[in-house]
């Protein structure tokens, strides 16, 4: 008994450890902003550029994420096919690479050297130093957090209810929006806002491809570099509090499921 | 009316072959086999749930083959239930009735009507995550029942119920059969209830039907000894028939010696050599001393033990063998049963069927 608790000791020191180093450089550059640099970064229009361009490109990506990767998503949980374990393999591929390494992949696939990106250019369309760079940055870096939650979110869903909603009558995307989607929708969601969040704190895959116009977390980098560690602070913190409010609603999503 | 005809399927590596099988309209067919035998496939067949690669399936006079599950027309009852969480019981039952264009007061009435029938009126408002097993089974044939199908295929429908739920489902399923006038198909793995239900009796093993009849005529005349043990004809006894005497009115069977270690019957057979003898437990009469009768064999036997269930008591005897037998429990006390006497077991030779 006494033993236990030594161990329980242990272990709540151990993490107590972890959490500070969580906690503290977070609140350390929360306090350090002065009033007057925070009010003069929120009248900055580059920074309020930056920002409304993150928000922009991340949103777009998210969505360009979700029409290509939720019905792939659904096909991984519910249907047996060869290859489907290398597919699965494929779509999580980005996470093991590093990103200005995937940042260098990316121009050399997209850049007008190369046929694709070529094309693309003749049709108007041209990434390297461009704001679509920016958008097929983050989908490539955030895709494999969508597709993997949402194909949890639908492997959760019992498939037999589909049959009995089928069963009774549905066609199969009448059952898959009557049962399977209300049900997985709210983990599906979840996916959406991580991926999304994934997007905003994008930085090595774009400072590559696209350095300006500047995302939030380039516009940051490039304070820091030109001017030092007092004029990145404050952009630093307005980053770090859109980062903090998406992560408050995806805990309260996540609360509401389990209750 | 259900027909299949050589239906075949593989669902990964699990393989169903050449399932024919006939169900008249009105019916009840029971599908009996060990769990892994491919019962549950076998009803997603007929549901249009689990793609077939040959043969044919007819429901209610009509080639379904093609025809997707929200066409067929066919209910179906999982063991599991799957009632949706995300709605109430009265939107569970009401579901199939959503699509079709139904007035909310039809509907309404709809879902009302099967509640009192199946006793669970004070559910509705309810969700289904809290409901006892015995309830979500009736929300689950309230469900399976509201569109008013001609068929209703039903999953192991008793499987995890106590037993008193199951003999109330078992009562009612069988009044909402005749009254109604659907055809059910029921898979069990239970062959008593195979006996107390089923008109057409069908037993599967490795996802291919071995013997198909009247539940009387599977549960006499099983054809293999798999069937024979696994409908729980309690004496399956290997041995050797050898031809003992020639053949009778009827050419076909003649009389014959049963022999098996430490045991000798007189049997009637219809061929020689390796068999299994099948003695139904109720078939095995005991008494005190032995009467002389020709046309019985009379087994010298030790009671092991006694088992009682109800009205049968259960004997274990020894007769060089071990065997059961089923006396009435009345006879049980009469005789004065107790383990360790030494009987007499005498059965007609026309009561041991060898397959």
Known sequence: MRRMQWGHLLTAGL????????????????????????????????L??????????????????????????????????????LLQGIIDLPVVVPHPVAGIALVLFLGRR????????????????????????????????????AREAFAA??????????????????????????????????????????????????????????????????????????????????????????????????????E | MIRLEAVGLRVGTFELRDITLDVPRGGYGLVIGPSGSGKTTLLEAVAGLAPIKSGRITVQGEDVTNRPPERRGVGVVYQRYHLFPHFSVADNIGYGLTQSRHLKAERQARVHELAAGLGIE????????????????????????????????????????DPATRQDMRHLLRTVHESQGITVLQVTHDFDEALRLGDVVAVMADGAIVQRGTPEEVFRYPNSAFVARFIGAANVIAGMVTRSGSAGIDTRTFP??????????????????PAHAVVQPEDLVLSRESHASSARNHLAAVVLSMERAGPLTYVHLDAGRRLLAAVTTQSAETMGLAAGDRIVATVKATAIHLV
């Open chain 1, 157 to 258: 869903v019992d498939p037999h209810l589909e049959r009995v909603a089928r069963s009774l009558g549905d066609r199969p995307w009448t059952a898959f929006r009557r049962v399977t989607l209300p049900l997985a929708g709210r983990g599906v969601l979840a996916a959406t806002v991580l991926a999304w969040a994934r997007s905003v704190s994008e930085f090595g895959a774009i400072v590559v491809i696209t350095y300006n116009p500047k995302v939030a977390s380039v516009f940051v980098f490039d304070r820091f570099t030109s001017f030092g560690l007092g004029a990145a602070i404050p952009a630093a913190v307005i980053l770090l509090l859109v980062a903090l409010a998406v992560f408050a609603i995806v805990r309260l999503l996540d609360t509401r499921e389990l």
């Open chain 1, 48 to 85: 309020g550029q930056s920002i409304a361009l993150t928000l922009f490109t991340a949103t777009t990506a998210t969505a360009i994420g979700i029409v290509l990767g939720v019905p792939l998503a659904y096909l991984l949980a519910r249907t047996r096919f060869p290859g489907r374990r």
């Open chain 1, 114 to 149: 190369s046929p694709l990106g070529g094309a693309l250019a003749e049709l108007g369309l041209e990434f390297v130093s461009h704001v679509p760079g920016i958008v097929a940055a983050m989908l490539f870096v955030s895709a494999p957090i969508l597709v993997s939650g």
């Open chain 2, 122 to 161: 004070h559910l509705l408002e309810r969700g289904v995550r809290h409901l006892s097993g015995g309830e979500a089974q009736r929300v689950a044939l309230a469900r399976a029942l509201a569109p008013r199908p001609h068929t209703l295929l039903l999953d192991e429908p008793f499987a995890s119920l």
């Open chain 2, 256 to 273: 014959a010696e049963f022999r098996s270690d430490g045991l000798a019957l007189d049997v009637i057979a219809d061929r020689e050599g």
């Open chain 1, 15 to 46: 993490g107590a450890v972890l959490v500070l180093f969580i906690v503290g450089p977070l609140l350390r550059l929360l306090f350090r902003a002065s009033p007057a640099g925070l009010l003069a970064a929120f009248q900055d229009p580059e």
